[in-house]
Structures are given as C-alpha cells and as structure tokens.
C-alpha cells in the first residue's frame, strides 16, 4: 500500500508522473458544478474530471453522446472556479475531435481558453493521433483514455469489459505504448481485464488511470453521483459506494415537505 510521499501544494501535470515514479497513487474523480468541486478539491482529490459523464448524470441522457462543446464548456467553467489544489481535466465531447486535427485542436483551446481547465481527454488511440499531436504541440497536456469509449457505446452494442479477447488486448497494448510516446500524462482504462490493466500500467512511464480496471494501476477514478450511492439503480461491479446520499436525501426532503405542509416550518426562530 502507498502512502502520500509529498505533499503537494497544486497538482500539475508533471506532479501525476512524480507520483507514478515515486509509487504514489493517484486519486480522482469528476465534477462538473461548483458546490461539489469545491468540496473534492478541499478533501484532496488529486484530479477533477469534468466527465462527459455530465452528459448522464447532469443531463439524464442514456449514452454520453449528446453533450457538447458548450455544455462541457459551462460545467468546466464552473468546476475551474472552485479549485485550489486539484488538476482540471476536461472530456472533449463526442463530435468536437473525430472529424479532423484542426476541429479538435480549435475544440481543445476554446475549453483551456473559456474555462481556465488545465487538460483535456480524448478517448482513442491510433484513429485519433494526428489530432493528439495537433493538441500537444499547441501545448496543451492530454489524457488518453483506452479500454470501454463511452462515445463509441453504438459500435460496442454494450457497457461490458472490453479487451477481453486477444486481438483487442494487443490492440490496446500498442495504443498505450503510442499514447505515451506522443506525449500523453496520463491514461484512463475503463472496464477492462485486471490483469490486462497492470500490464499496461507496468509497461508505460505514465500514470494509468483506472475504472473497473482492478487494483495495479496507478490511480482510480469514479463518478462522484455513483460513489456517492445518488442513484440506486447504477450497480456494476467496479463501483464501491462510500454514502447512500440517495437515502439522506430523499428523507431530508421528505422531512421537509412534511414540515412545509403541517405548518411547522419556518419557526419563531426561523423567522425576521
Ligand atoms: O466521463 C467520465 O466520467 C469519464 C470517466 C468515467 C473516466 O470519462
């Protein structure tokens, strides 16, 4: 088990690669309001990912698909705001990088420039090199992401585990091994085999991000709404649950309703 080594005044981009070298894991989770970034910044989460997840749990879409440029723009923003400490990562979303290099790179500064986030991500690997390399050379740090792409949902037909076959490993494999050496700081692997995760985490310089991807990578990530138990019917394997906010929040508002409609709320106290 690793132990914070250092303590760390702002996380940067080079503080992630510190701490991979010096065995430190790495923690994150994604935001994409003020209220709760603030509080995940003060309780020491090293990265912040403003998810296209938003696309979901903000926006109540099935898939990840639909959110755009400007939405993440305005989620990210508000994220930015709230930071001390933490590093911003932002999701390009599905639509604002896969056409061409010179889409994602104009994609990528209007989130830096806008938002004031310090990253972004990309899910992809070889398909998307060129716009990878268009990114960084403009000087703008990258996080891969490999293993389940959400934004790929409709070619994948399911949320399932991926890279469970060989062919797809490999694949994988050559995809980390190339996110690294264009210049990636770091990689998410989503849903894939432990084994396969450790692997890849072992083989490259760079920290490897995990969600659903078993305990020998460098870092977790989760959806703060789902380790925080909002939504009881999200139940995969992968997730642990460290508050049922669903349950407190749902009998503070009922408590609330009750006290509204008897009349006991407000009080004398409560009152000017
Ligand atoms: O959008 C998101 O929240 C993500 C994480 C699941 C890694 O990409």
Redesign the pocket.
């Known amino acids: 088990m690793s132990v914070a080594k250092k303590q760390y005044k702002r996380i940067t981009v080079k503080s992630l690669v510190d701490m991979k070298a010096n065995n430190e894991r790495i923690s994150?989770l994604?935001s994409y309001d003020f209220t709760m970034a603030k509080i995940v910044d003060q309780a020491g989460i090293d990265v912040i990912?403003v998810?296209?997840?938003?696309?979901?749990v903000m926006a109540g879409h099935e898939t990840?698909l639909p959110i755009t440029l400007d939405h993440m723009i305005y989620h990210a923003t508000n994220v930015v705001r709230a930071i001390n400490r933490s590093l911003v990562v932002v999701?390009l979303p599905f639509g604002s990088y896969q056409s061409d290099p010179k889409e994602a790179l104009r994609s990528a500064i209007r989130i830096m420039k806008e938002s004031g986030a310090h990253a972004v991500?990309l899910?992809g690997g070889s398909e998307i090199k060129d716009s990878i390399k268009r990114i960084l050379k403009a000087g703008i740090p990258v996080m891969g992401?490999l293993g389940l792409t959400?934004q790929s949902i409709y070619k994948f037909g399911t949320y399932t585990v991926r890279a469970k076959e060989e062919a797809e490993a490999e694949k994988l494999k050559e995809d980390a091994l190339l996110l690294e050496k264009l210049g990636c700081f770091a990689l998410?692997l989503?849903k894939v085999p432990a084994k396969l995760a450790e692997e890849v985490a072992k083989s490259i310089s760079i920290p490897v991000?995990g969600?659903g991807a078993g305990n020998g990578v460098d870092g977790q990530?989760?959806?703060i709404h789902d380790m925080l138990g909002m939504d009881h019917e999200f139940n995969p394997r992968f997730l642990r649950r460290y508050a049922d906010l669903n349950t407190i929040m749902t009998k503070a508002i009922q408590d609330y309703n009750k006290d509204v409609k008897s009349g006991d709320f407000p009080n004398e106290n409560e009152q000017y």
């Open positions: 994150m994604t990912l998810g296209d997840s938003a696309s979901n990840t999701d991500k899910e992401h959400p998410v989503e991000i969600i990530v989760l959806v």
